[in-house]
């Protein structure tokens, strides 16, 4: 039956945020109580226009997120045995492999297929659906699509995190051994996570575009057909969407976790930009507004392909005129019209 709504009007720090500031640490327990308690008749009013960049309250709301990272990673690296990359990763053994790629899967499953479960087939789907940016649901068949490409993703990222492993162990890969001997730096580095990985989404997503450049080859326009049209086979994303990628793009994504590995910095840091880079995906792509993080900067992208290459944490896309706040702009970024 329709319900009658009551429109409540929310004051949000960025375009992409329908939650306060402080609301990823607690992601996604605390989304889910606020969307029960939320009365049918009510309806989250959101700001429709992209902005293309974040406000002082936005800012924070990144905080958050990069310390939500950092907790998943600090108990990832400290719960259980010792972390391998402090020493007993010096060859490549069965038991110690097998544990950080069973972690990576169980933590991807349970966050993309909880999330979606919730948004998409739980009994509040229906109280859920008007807050769902493209109105129509994807299929089962991307479902599974996506949900296979993104646990081969997670997969890589494993990969990537069992050879920085082994290069700390073996001392071929320097880093600081103890935290406290630099906290001040530790810690605004980790609460800058997602603002640091920013001009490396852009680079490697922008790369994997058209140039459209009269003085190159237009070697992106390669990279789209053969890399990066996977990710856009997911026209309608969800939170299964966010790392279904092809396994070389899943390389270069979570790459960004060796600016501080390279930089010598604590192994918890370069975990914390793996941990990042797969949530701050996942959330992103959920194809809602609300209750989640909503992300209506990159869903533009998605429809539309050629504009928002990057996000609004360093407005890049804006400092490179590749911005758009609708559709009817893109024309303007490359014929002017």
């Known amino acids: 039956s329709q319900r009658q709504q009551t429109r409540v009007t929310t004051n949000l720090g960025m375009s992409a945020s329908s939650q306060p500031y402080y609301a990823p640490i607690f992601f996604p327990v605390a989304n889910i109580i606020e ?12 700001p429709k226009k992209v902005i293309g960049n974040l406000n002082f309250l ?22 259980g045995n010792e972390y391998p990359g402090f020493g007993s990763a010096k060859t490549f053994e069965f038991g110690w492999m097998m544990t950080i790629v069973t972690r990576n899967l169980i933590f991807t499953w349970v966050m993309c297929g909880v999330w979606d479960w919730f948004l998409y087939f739980s009994p509040m789907k229906e109280k859920m659906h008007k807050y769902k940016i493209t109105p129509k649901y994807p299929s089962n068949t991307q479902f599974l699509h996506d949900a296979k490409y993104t646990t081969l993703a997670s997969l890589i990222a ?11 162990s073996r001392g071929l890969l320097s880093y600081q051994q103890n935290w406290w001997n630099s906290p001040y730096l530790n810690f605004a580095v980790i609460g800058m996570t997602s603002i640091f990985r920013s001009p490396h989404f852009y680079l490697i997503h922008r790369l994997m575009h058209p140039w459209r450049s009269p003085f190159l080859p237009d070697i992106g326009k390669f990279l789209y057909k053969q890399v990066h049209s996977l990710h856009h086979k997911s026209h309608n994303p969800t939170s299964w969407s966010g790392t279904s990628m092809h396994p070389v793009e899943s390389f270069l994504y979570y790459s960004a976790c060796f600016m501080p590995a390279l930089a010598g910095l604590h192994p918890l840091i370069t975990l914390t930009f793996i941990v990042d880079a797969g949530l701050s995906a996942w959330t992103s792509h959920d194809g809602f507004t609300w209750p989640g993080s909503g992300n209506p900067f990159h869903m533009l ?10 996000n609004e944490q360093i407005p890049l896309d804006k400092l490179f005129g ?15 019209d």
């Open 322 to 336: 590749t911005f758009a706040s609708k559709k009817e702009d893109i024309g303007k970024i490359w014929h002017g």
């Open 35 to 46: 969307a029960y308690k939320q009365p049918w008749k009510e309806f989250v009013v959101l």
């Open 301 to 310: 992208h998605h429809s539309s392909f050629d504009c928002n290459y990057g």
């Open 58 to 79: 936005g800012y924070l709301t990144l905080v958050a997120t990069s310390f939500r990272a950092a907790i998943f990673a600090y108990m990832a690296m400290y719960w």
């Open 158 to 168: 494993a990969g990537i995190e069992v050879c920085l492993c082994n290069l700390w």
